[in-house]
């Protein structure tokens, strides 16, 4: 059978890592998690004492396509009035994760050959989604601005120049994923660096997928959307999701918003694959998105202790002296800083996985080799103990 092996599919690094690590788990081995990219906090009670309800209730059957109403109008009011933007229900989906959002948007806008513009380091998901539907993706660089050891220095770095952005545009850019605030730096767009991103792919009639799921999930400094620009509205996608900022990974509901047509083509596709999200989980995310003003605090406090915690730890054990990201839940440091000499991280990571029992992903998996990310989405105690076991190990190495 031809298994359209043209693709070359690429399994995701981080389910990859994270599945090793399960495996490894399950053996009895003591594996300390460093490389799952999610809050490890329960959902809230009152989210699940409103999905019991709900199911109580009835609501137990097939959801319409788009999403059940009042899910869509309380995602449209959560995002006009927490970041300023403008949307119509009209111009909601509900989507299985923020992930399935991207896919079904990128099924529904590559024609073959398409270029498609990613930032370096990248979500590890995004060229292979790409490639998927038959585009090209185009890699623009980033940098660490100056030394990533000064204060801001990972926080400020890894951010898409414009004359970075203006060479793809000459290669015939189609489309532009813009992740922001990003996985795996945690680096943070100012509203003029998107103002500027925005306007140049406007002249260039750049479609932009501004990948925002981690917008809750900011420490240092404000989160702008790229859905609150309304001269560049007819231009882009805001994905967003329950997943990280509710900590409700599991339930599998994300958001996408943006011009109506392309809302349904994308519902329509929605149609012939999932017929929508599970109703149960929209009943989770109508209380999670009712509650939003107690619940984000409290995920994003959380994630801030530990992520502290882990900068704090990492400074202290390896004698230097990093800044904090500024959002998400990533640390993305180089391997040098380990004392370490290799800069091959799929070997370095499989041997912290093997040798020490610390799961991380290797930087390569997002395009910058000699790198490690690092999640601090674990208790207090697991990152301790982990980056522990890391320095145990690197004093044999
Ligand atoms: C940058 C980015 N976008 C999208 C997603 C998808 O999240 P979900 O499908 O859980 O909403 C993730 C998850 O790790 C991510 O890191």
Excluded at 117 to 125: E, F, H, K, Q, R
Excluded at 136 to 148: A, D, F, Q, R, S
Excluded at 172 to 198: H, M, V
Excluded at 203 to 208: A, L
């Amino acid at each position: 059978m031809d298994l359209r092996s043209h693709l070359q599919l690429e399994q995701s690094a981080t389910v990859a890592i994270n599945t090793l690590a399960m495996e490894k788990k399950k053996k009895g081995e003591r594996i300390y998690n460093l490389s799952a990219g999610e809050p490890m906090i329960d959902t809230p009670d009152i989210v699940i004492e409103a999905v019991m309800k709900a199911m109580r209730d009835g609501k137990t059957h097939y959801p319409p396509v788009a999403g059940i109403p009042e899910l869509r109008e309380q995602a449209t009011d959560w995002l006009n009035a927490t970041y300023y933007a403008n949307y119509e229900v009209s111009e909601c989906v509900i989507t299985p994760g923020g992930k399935f959002g991207i896919y079904l948007l990128l099924q529904a806008l590559i024609q073959p050959g398409d270029k498609v513009g990613i930032i370096a380091p990248y979500w590890v998901s995004y060229p292979s989604m790409v490639k998927i539907f038959g585009g090209e993706p185009i890699i623009l660089e980033t940098e660490e601005i100056g030394n990533p050891e000064k204060p801001g220095g990972i926080g400020a770095s890894w951010k898409l120049e414009i004359a970075e952005l203006e060479k793809a545009v000459e290669q015939n850019l189609r489309i532009l994923i813009l992740n922001n605030a990003s996985n795996p730096t945690g680096a943070l767009y100012s509203k003029q660096e998107l103002e500027n991103i925005l306007r140049v792919a406007h002249e260039h009639h750049i479609f932009v997928i501004s990948d925002e799921v981690y917008s809750g999930l900011v420490y240092d400094g404000e989160f702008i959307s790229c859905g609150s620009f309304e001269e560049h509205k007819e231009n882009v996608i805001v994905i967003q999701s329950c997943s990280k900022h509710f900590a409700m990974t599991g339930w599998r509901v994300g958001f996408a918003f943006g011009p109506e047509e392309i809302i349904k083509i994308l519902t329509i596709l929605l149609g012939q694959t999932t017929s929508g999200v599970a109703t149960a989980s929209q009943y989770a995310a109508l209380c999670a998105l009712q509650n939003a003003s107690t619940i984000i605090p409290h995920v994003r406090d959380a994630m801030q202790k530990r992520r502290n915690v882990f900068m704090n730890i990492y400074n202290e054990l390896f004698k230097t002296n990093f800044s904090y990201p500024a959002s998400a839940l990533y640390c993305f440091l180089p391997i040098v800083s380990l004392g370490i000499k290799s800069s091959d991280s799929k070997q370095v990571c499989t041997e912290l996985l093997d040798k020490a029992g610390v799961a991380t992903v290797p930087g390569i998996a997002f395009g910058k080799e000699g790198y490690i990310r690092y999640a601090f989405g674990e208790s207090e105690d697991e990152l301790k103990e982990g980056l522990l076991k890391i320095k145990e190990y690197k004093e044999t190495v």
